[in-house]
């Protein structure tokens, strides 16, 4: 697949989110993070947000919730207008479950790993999911520095995607940038998640394309 850049709004200004959801012509997708001040220790945005970002711009939103209890509370995001939403696995009480509302709700089903969090366990679950993310810092913040240690478990989800034969999105967020991109993409992954590479930029929107001529090298 192609690549993908999703610039996240998580480093964009707040109070303009409308204007700067518009800035990054060219994205593939708008990834919005979602912070509910327990799972991980930042408050963000929520549903309200979500649905009048829907709203706002044309690019489809890509939902990050570093939330608690997403069990509860992802299908309202799906009913907000976001097209793919993303659970942590360290939180949800039933992935398979959720993974499959999520689906029933017409988005896509993605699930998230902390840095510490192993993909082999969740072998058997990947027919169930659209999306894999792994976290390439520990969530919370925006413009931290990005892990190598996460390169060979991007490697080894590549191979068990090949291995069954899956048409599965492998995502990366977390320090994404003009001198990582390259590392991730070799790894395997094909989605990339830049927040402070992009809205950092002074052109936003030829950061995206920077990012995506970089990832296709
Ligand atoms: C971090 C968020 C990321 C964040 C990435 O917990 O999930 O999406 O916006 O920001 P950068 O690209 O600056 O590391
Ligand atoms: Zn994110």
Same mark, same amino acid.
């Given at each position: 697949?192609?690549?993908?850049?999703?610039?996240?709004?998580?480093?964009?200004?707040?109070?303009?989110?409308?204007?700067?959801?518009?800035?990054?012509?060219?994205a593939?997708w708008l990834?919005?993070?979602?912070?509910?001040?327990?799972?991980?220790?930042?408050?963000?945005?929520?549903?309200?947000?979500?649905?009048?970002?829907?709203?706002?711009t044309d690019t489809p939103?890509?939902?990050?919730?570093?939330?608690?209890?997403?069990?509860?509370?992802?299908?309202?995001?799906?009913?907000?207008?976001?097209?793919?939403?993303?659970?942590?696995?360290?939180?949800? =009480?039933?992935?398979?479950?959720?993974?499959? %509302?999520?689906? @029933?709700?017409?988005? *896509? !089903?993605?699930?998230?790993?902390?840095? +510490?969090?192993?993909?082999?366990?969740?072998?058997?679950?990947?027919?169930?999911?659209?999306?894999?993310?792994?976290?390439?810092?520990?969530?919370?913040?925006?413009?931290?520095?990005?892990?190598?240690?996460?390169?060979?478990?991007?490697?080894?989800?590549?191979?068990?995607?090949?291995?069954?034969?899956?048409?599965?999105?492998?995502?990366?967020?977390?320090?994404?940038?003009?001198?990582?991109?390259?590392?991730?993409?070799?790894?395997?992954?094909?989605?990339?998640? =830049?927040?402070?590479?992009?809205?950092?930029? %002074?052109?936003? @929107?030829?950061?995206? *394309? !920077?990012?995506?001529?970089?990832?296709? +090298?």
């Open positions: 697949m192609a690549a993908q850049i999703n610039p996240s709004i998580l480093s964009a200004d707040f109070a303009r989110l409308a204007d700067e959801a518009q800035a990054v012509t060219g593939d990834h919005v993070d979602v912070m509910d001040n327990h799972f991980v220790p930042n408050l963000t945005l929520g549903v309200p947000v979500v649905e009048s970002l829907a709203r706002a939103l890509d939902c990050h919730l570093m939330i608690e209890n997403p069990d509860r509370w992802a299908p309202q995001y799906v009913e907000a207008g976001a097209s793919s939403v993303t659970f942590h696995v360290e939180a949800a =009480a039933a992935p398979v479950r959720l993974a499959r %509302e999520i689906r @029933a709700k017409g988005a *896509r !089903a993605s699930m998230a790993l902390k840095p +510490a969090t192993p993909i082999e366990p969740f072998e058997d679950l990947l027919p169930e999911l659209d999306m894999l993310l792994i976290m390439t810092v520990e969530p919370g913040f925006g413009g931290q520095a990005f892990l190598d240690i996460m390169l060979p478990k991007i490697r080894r989800t590549r191979e068990l995607i090949s291995k069954h034969g899956l048409e599965l999105w492998l995502q990366v967020d977390g320090g994404v940038s003009a001198s990582t991109i390259e590392r991730c993409a070799d790894a395997g992954a094909d989605v990339f998640v =830049a927040g402070s590479a992009v809205y950092g930029a %002074e052109d936003p @929107a030829e950061a995206v *394309r !920077a990012l995506r001529t970089q990832a296709e +090298a």
